[in-house]
């Protein structure tokens, strides 16, 4: 997990957990001086500050929210040879064509994100029962990830490859 989302969930968990805290000492009635000092403080500022901290609450959360969703990758990547550029569609289209063509493979996805130095590609292969793990995820990432992993040379790519196992269908008689 990338450290801004971990950030970013550590803040929105403690928030919560104050929150909840909160509505714990207010159920219980509230018997504990230091709340009853911290709500007549909330009580005796004026609205516009009350606001404004609402306000300000609600645009950190959204800006947290907005900042754990995945960034895709630039549709035109910038190669070390001037004036190059490579289309990740194609990258894409190209890792997909290839783990579709290992023997067992039913399905291949692909998705690539990032941007900068750091790219994320993260495969998913759907498998027949007869296909072997160990020998598909071989063949990912000494056949089709070296070749990526050089496309993309000025950059660190990050890989997660899925292996979801295709159920038998039954037969149906017509």
Not at 126 to 155: E, F, K, M, Y
């Amino acid at each position: 997990m990338r450290s801004r989302t971990v950030a970013n969930r550590m803040v929105l968990a403690l928030a919560g957990t104050a929150l909840l805290v909160a509505a714990t000492v207010a159920a219980r009635g509230a018997e504990n001086q230091l709340v009853h000092a911290a709500l007549g403080h909330v009580r005796r500022s004026a609205p516009g500050s009350q606001i404004l901290a609402g306000c300000l609450t609600l645009a950190a959360s959204v800006v947290l929210l907005t900042a754990q969703i995945p960034r895709r990758a630039p549709r035109r990547l910038c190669l070390p040879a001037p004036g190059c550029h490579l289309d990740s569609r194609a990258v894409r289209r190209a890792v997909r064509t290839q783990c579709s063509t290992l023997p067992g493979v039913v399905r291949a996805r692909c998705r690539l994100t990032g941007r900068g130095n750091t790219m994320s590609l993260a495969i998913t292969l759907t498998v027949d029962s007869t296909a072997h793990p160990a020998d598909l995820l071989a063949a990912v990432s000494d056949g089709v990830l070296r070749q990526i992993a050089a496309l993309l040379t000025p950059r660190r790519l990050k890989t997660r490859i899925r292996l979801h196992v295709q159920r038998p269908r039954p037969h149906r008689a017509s």
